[in-house]
């Protein structure tokens, strides 16, 4: 059997009296495209911060191929390789493409005018980043210094995951990555997800777009009331049967009401 990549068990995250994670599970496995799904104050949101550092849970137990984990923070989810694009995609928009790219994880020049002079090594960043890009079919983006606010929607979505795909070496979190995007852009954006898939970097996708969710994932996991309902496969159950579960209308098999 095969182990997950990412897993959670017994996740508990209170607020007050309100208990946004209720003793949640979650499995990840490698290579897959896993989506979350839930009605709005599911808790899913609140499942994701946990598993990528954002929030710490107050009870359970997050686990990276297989050994125990613990982040204080995003950065430190980063660091062992857990990349994650929110929906707002956290770029500047002023700084170029290359910039956005390697922000906070700028390559400094080697020698002396990098170690004691902090200059920047452009060259090399604005190689990589062209590389990275073109890698995943997203060199309709001619100039690799122009800012990122003179891209459209779909570009700025393709540089936030060309940054993810360039450094998350273990998995890549996608929240709504449509969201805010029309039909040929998110087309597209689904591609690129399939593509990174193909490399080999498991992927978490939340979405409320259901087409998009049953066009990509591999299994899709139903969040509900705090914690995970049922895993199903979208091959074997139609959307009608997810907002069924998503909403209370409807129990899977073998999950006691």
Not at 41 to 47: D, I, V
Not at 91 to 96: D, E, G, I, K, R
Request: with cysteine.
């Amino acid at each position: 059997m095969t182990e997950p990549i990412l897993a959670a068990r017994n996740l508990v995250k209170r607020y007050g009296r309100v208990t946004a994670i209720d003793h949640a599970d979650f499995d990840l496995y490698p290579g897959e495209i896993l989506a979350v799904i839930g009605d709005n104050g599911a808790g899913k949101s609140s499942l994701i911060k946990a598993v990528s550092g954002a929030v710490r849970p107050d009870e359970g137990e997050i686990r990276l191929d297989g050994k125990p984990v613990s982040f204080n923070s995003p950065l430190e989810a980063r660091k062992s390789g857990i990349e994650t694009v929110y929906q707002t995609l956290a770029l500047s928009p002023a700084l170029s493409i290359s910039d956005n790219i390697f922000m906070g994880r700028e390559l400094r020049r080697p020698g002396i005018m990098g170690k004691w002079f902090k200059m920047l090594d452009k060259p090399a960043m604005d190689k990589f980043a062209r590389e990275k890009l073109t890698e995943l079919g997203l060199m309709t983006i001619q100039n690799i210094s122009q800012p990122v606010e003179t891209l459209s929607g779909g570009q700025r979505q393709g540089v936030a995951v060309a940054r993810a795909a360039a450094f998350g070496s273990r998995v890549i979190i996608l929240d709504e990555p449509t969201a805010a995007l029309g039909v040929k852009e998110s087309r597209r954006v689904l591609d690129l997800i399939l593509d990174v898939r193909s490399r080999g970097i498991p992927i978490v996708l939340i979405s409320h777009n259901m087409p998009h969710v049953f066009e990509v994932a591999d299994r899709i996991h139903i969040h509900r009331l705090g914690k995970r309902l049922c895993v199903i496969d979208p091959k074997e159950h139609t959307m009608s049967d997810a907002v069924a579960y998503m909403t209370g209308a409807k129990l899977p098999e073998g999950v006691a009401a």
